[in-house]
């Protein structure tokens, strides 16, 4: 075997445990499901997006509960992706743009 080739494997075997230890790396930052507020589901949705119908706004929480903080004002119109639901239907946890929360069936309904 030539120096040249075995140079070539040792720089591809480099280059290969380089980008599986970025993977990796990328793996572990991302926040798990339950790390943005959504281990309070109870019963998940698939493909669902709702529109805000309550009144001019809808508030999103960071809990199934209106004494949790809020975190956005949803205004009427508005769609939002929900992914489950919690306190017997009573609460859906979503997306609106980038924030992700709670937000009381009413909202919707």
């Known amino acids: 075997m030539s120096f040249s080739t075995l140079s070539f494997r040792k720089a591809v075997s480099g280059l290969t445990a380089v980008t599986a230890l970025a993977l990796g790396a990328t793996v ?3 926040p798990a499901a339950s790390a943005v507020g959504s281990s309070a589901c109870t019963k998940n949705i698939k493909d669902r997006t709702l529109q805000v119908v309550q009144w001019d706004h809808a ?3 960071t809990s199934p509960s209106f004494k949790s903080k809020v975190k956005k004002s949803v205004f009427a119109g508005s769609n939002v992706r929900v992914y489950c639901t919690a306190k017997g ?3 859906y946890y979503g ?3 980038k924030t992700t929360g709670w937000m009381e069936s009413h909202s919707f309904f």
Request: net charge neutral; charged share 15%; glycine share 16%.
């Open 28 to 30: 572990l930052a991302a």
């Open 59 to 61: 508030d999103m929480y």
């Open 89 to 91: 239907g009573s609460w």
């Open 95 to 97: 997306k609106s743009g």
